[in-house]
Structure formats: C-alpha cells, structure tokens
C-alpha cells in the first residue's frame, strides 16, 4: 500500500517490530529501504541544476511517498521518537537504493 508522510503514526502504531542485541545495542529486525527519484534542468543562465521531485520509505510492507525533504525530516524524526533511536543504543538499518549516486 502507498501512504503519505501523514500516515506514519498510524503505521508505527500498527506494528510491533522485534529489536535484536547485537554488539551490546539493539537494532530493529525489519528491512526499511529508502530510495529517491531526481532529475536535472538548465537554468535561464544556462546552469545545470538537479533536484529531488519524490522519496519512498519502504516500512513494515508500507510504502511512504514524500516530495520534499522537510516531509522526509518529520518521517525519520517520527520514528525515532516512536522507537526511542537516541544514541547509540537502539537503532534502526535503512537500505538505500543507488547510494553511491544519491
């Protein structure tokens, strides 16, 4: 299913993730992948510019579509609340699609 930013309450509050130990800190047994879509542009000056235009968070089978960055920022700042990510301690892994290009 596709959701918006808006729903990540709803979506933490219907699932109960497992957090294993692992080197003394805690890590949340769930894949969560993250991926952005971007393209690029000349401006008037002839500039090339680039942009990010849609992000995916991809959480307990739940899709998550954003356009800007600040949705993005209240996403991950809502789960780290929610699941109490501070420190070092607890964590979640976020896979991120192409990386290297993002």
Same mark, same amino acid.
């Given at each position: 299913m596709y959701y918006t930013p808006y729903?990540?309450?709803t979506i933490l509050n219907n699932?109960?993730?497992q957090f294993v130990k692992k080197d003394g800190a805690e890590i949340m047994n769930?894949?969560?992948s993250f991926d952005i879509e971007v393209t690029s542009m000349r401006?008037?000056?002839d500039e090339k510019i680039a942009f990010m235009y849609v992000w995916m968070l991809d959480i307990f089978d739940? %899709?998550?579509i954003g356009r800007t960055w600040k949705e993005f920022m209240e996403v991950?700042? %809502?789960?780290s609340n929610h699941y109490q990510l501070?420190? &070092?301690k607890r964590r979640l892994? &976020?896979? &991120?699609h192409n990386l290297a290009y993002e």
């Open positions: 729903a990540i309450n699932n109960n993730p769930e894949p969560i401006t008037a000056a739940c %899709t998550i991950i700042y %809502t789960i501070k420190g &070092v892994i &976020v896979y &991120v």
